[in-house]
């Protein structure tokens, strides 16, 4: 069973490669697919309530707006940091 991040295209064009049986492949490959998307939407299924009122409620919004701030104050600082040493190399002779 293929892990959520593995990447499939390697995967596919590896079997290919080996010359795998296609009948097999793809019967292996489909019930693979079924069995994760099936363990997926029951999780949903049982959770998926929950999941979502703990993303709606005040406490994670806070959490999330605040990382918000940190990413576009760290984006600023990271501009000018680059644009000070970018601009210093262009004042100083060569």
Do not use: K, N
């Amino acid at each position: 069973m293929l892990p959520p991040p593995f990447p499939l295209t390697p995967f596919i064009l590896t079997c290919g490669a080996l010359a795998v049986d296609r009948t097999r492949f793809f019967l292996t490959f489909g019930a693979v697919r079924i069995l994760r998307f099936g363990a997926e939407a029951a999780l949903a299924r049982i959770y998926g309530r929950r999941i979502l009122r703990v993303l709606q409620s005040g406490p994670f919004q806070m959490v999330v707006a605040g990382f918000i701030v940190l990413a576009l104050a760290g984006t600023v600082v990271s501009a000018v940091l680059l644009w000070r040493s970018t601009h210093d190399r262009r004042l100083r002779p060569a």
